[in-house]
């Protein structure tokens, strides 16, 4: 995993609750068994006025004007800007994958369904829980200007605005500190190798059954 | 000792170690796999060089994929296929149990892990799946993971996790006739709302709940994720340890003994203390249609669809339009006026026996309405539909005009041919009524079974409990 640097981002939202990630990609794009390639199917029912196929050329699809990621500059925007609930639905990490593969590196919501955001710590995206007090007020600043960018510094856990307003976010030390320094989380806990096979021992002892 | 909730208990069984941030490793007793969120771990596996630690824990079955017609000719979808085959070569390669296509056994993987006995209580399980919530009916702690964390299992048996908060949901007294756990489980939904358990372990407690065979608890835990929830709970009595005793994979002689001894502590202390509290008044569960595009947009069949102009919060009101704009429907539209297309019985939510078997009381002596262009029944796996066809369901159901499916997935998600169309309208037993998710442009709405099947005679939306049911 790449370590997550301090950046400045263009950022696209998409203002409607419940997100869900059957929407952020659909079933049939799931059928690949690679990690790769989903970057061009993320939000393809909103994005492609024509349905998709997996492994089919996109080429082809009419793209669908009105949706933001098919607009200068959200095209190529890297931090994502969502409403309560974001990623809800399927535990499909393939939501993760495309957002990424897009160019997403922050989504930013009041609410994230659970296992999304875990997800999202395996992979190096960053999600990022504001009041719904700020969300809002990020809605309306974006509202106000087109290429509308925010600095995300992950080490001192600042959002922060063109006019330099902060945001602070919480995030848990040990997620911070595996984005931050790249870690692979397996890794991580193969060191504790001895500990894990001392638990099954005396677990396996007393539930003879299992 | 503080008083304990289920979920602080059977946590305790499983953490491994925690460190000072708070970050805990649990144990991972049940790993079930199926083919669509596993390929990635297992390429992940072999690229670090690493093996599996305990292969005893997993059991694996293909379900999303599968066809549920034509089976002779297998998946024709080469894609499909390929991803079915990787997982059997996944399997064969590491010796591991898998349900083959075309084995009896095979079905929604939800469905035959606790068909086998292979979900018991007190056990940690997990699956590449959101509805891995579906075994938190055994009292066992059941949660959906992603393919970073199938791999995570795969490699170390255990997941880094937080713990998650408590919540309790109280079922007070007991359903009138003809409600079903679905219809408890919808109104849930709509009371607490899709993100009302984010964060939370939800135990369902109430006579309501205790009320419901282990069937029915699966149909309330299994949505427990559409609510937000990490798991859902209920603790293990009579009926769990009945349901279990005999199954392929569940403790026998001496070991079966020890194993009850301990299941029958798996409660709630009486004194435990919960983070949130929500009370249900069980008499007052009508039963449940979804109008809209989350599981949270729900109305009982006596009611009107919700106009966005009396919703407040403009967020919410948006989300409603948008909501009735993508179903076609009008705001105030009376619920038994929304007429249907096609007809889905099945999913992890409700292709256990017990389903089927309330679909064809309604359905019995009784024809699918002209006007419906589909309606299929799809049995939960190979047993349920065995079962099915001994008793007689499936003659009752074709001859009504159903079509009688193979065990899998099917149209709750529409990864096969199965499928609505464009504006296709679908009465559906399944899950989740997202956009596009039983096909681009279809519209579903989520009930029971009964009331699925009742819909299907008369191409419209019916209050079931005003049907001669043949049971």
Known sequence: ?210 | MTAQTLYDKIWAMHEVRRDDDGTRLLYIDRHLVHEVTSPQAFEGLKIANRQIWRKKSILAVPDHNVPTIGLEKGITDPVSRLQVETLNQNCDEHQLVEFKMGDIRQGIVHIIGPEQGATLPGMTVVCGDSHTTTHGAFAALAFGIGTSEVEHVLATQCLILNKSKNMRVTVDGAVAEGITAKDIVLRIIGEIGTAGGTGHTIEFVGEAISNLSMEGRMTLCNMTIEAGARAGLVDCDQTTIDYLKGRPFAPTGENWDKAVAYWQTLHSDADAIFDREVHIDAASIEPQVTWGTSPEMVISINENVPDPASETDRIKSGGMQNALDYMGLAANTPCKEVFLDKIFIGSCTNSRIEDLRAAAAVVKGRKVADTIKLAMVVPGSGLVKQQAETEGLDSIFIEAGFEWREPGCSMCLAMNDDRLEPGERCASTSNRNFEGRQGKGGRSHLVSPAMAAAAAIYGHFVDVRLLDRNN
């Open chain 1, 1 to 210: 995993m790449e370590k997550f640097k301090k950046f400045s981002g263009i950022v696209a939202a998409i203002d409607r609750p419940n997100v869900d990630t059957d929407a952020i990609i659909p079933k049939q794009y799931l059928k690949s068994i690679k990690r790769t390639g989903f970057g061009v199917n993320l939000f393809d029912d909103w994005r492609y006025l024509d349905p998709g196929a997996p492994g089919e050329s996109n080429a082809e699809r009419r793209i669908n004007p009105d949706f933001v990621l098919n607009k200068t500059p959200y095209d190529h925007a890297q931090i994502l800007l969502g409403r309560e609930n974001f990623a809800c639905g399927s535990s499909r990490e393939h939501a993760v994958w495309a957002l990424m593969e897009f160019g997403f590196k922050v989504v930013i919501a009041p609410s994230f369904a659970d296992i999304f955001y875990n997800n999202s710590f395996k992979n190096g995206l960053l999600p990022i829980v504001l009041s719904p007090t700020l969300v809002d007020q990020l809605f309306a600043e974006l509202e106000q200007q087109q290429d509308y960018r925010l600095d995300v510094d992950l080490e001192n856990q600042l959002v922060t605005n063109a006019v330099g307003f902060e945001m602070p976010f919480e995030i848990e030390d040990f997620r911070k500190y595996c984005l931050l320094n790249g870690f692979d989380d397996i890794e991580l806990t193969m060191q504790h190798a001895d500990h894990i096979k001392a638990f099954e021992a005396q677990y396996y002892k007393k539930f003879p059954w299992l």
